[in-house]
């Protein structure tokens, strides 16, 4: 019981603090988001590499872990990153998902990093990560973008 405490305490203070970040503007390899899937027995923890910014490419690195033990999982199927414009009915190019690999170039259990991601225009963006259940239908959550608005992007 007490390592499942522990393991619940971690999982708040790594959401808390990518709570934080996402209310102030992001911090570099902090999470942003802790999504949760399959009843919470499935969690996506979201970085951003690089952004999110408009006009130029940002990169992100999805983390999938297990809700019960917090250790590094392979998703129960495909996942996908569509990016979605609400107040303007479009989305952007697909983006492209890779599993991350390390300096040495090993591929780490359940890291991916999803490129091609561009904002057209400043506003409200949803990035949807779906997860395709092999035999279960599918499962989206919403990390919401707020982009400063400009001119020349509209």
Not at 41 to 59: C, D, N, Q, R, Y
Not at 66 to 95: K, Y
């Amino acid at each position: 019981m007490k390592n499942y405490l522990k393991q619940i305490l971690i999982c708040v203070s790594i959401f808390g603090a990518g709570f934080a970040d996402a209310q102030r503007g992001h911090s570099q390899n902090q999470p942003v988001s802790a999504l949760q899937y399959a009843n919470g027995a499935i969690h996506a923890f979201v970085t951003w590499e690089t952004g999110p910014s408009v006009g130029k490419e940002s990169l992100l690195r999805i983390e999938w872990r297990s809700g019960i033990d917090g250790l590094p999982i392979e998703p129960p199927g495909d996942f996908s990153v569509v990016l979605w414009m609400p107040s303007m009915g479009h989305g952007s190019a697909p983006t492209k998902i890779q599993p991350y690999q390390d300096a040495q170039g090993r591929t780490l259990l359940g890291i991916y990093h999803v490129s091609n991601i561009y904002f057209m225009m400043g506003g409200d963006w949803d990035v949807n990560i779906a997860l395709n259940y092999q035999k279960a239908g599918k499962e989206t959550r919403a990390l919401r973008v707020a982009l400063p608005r400009s001119g020349k992007h509209h």
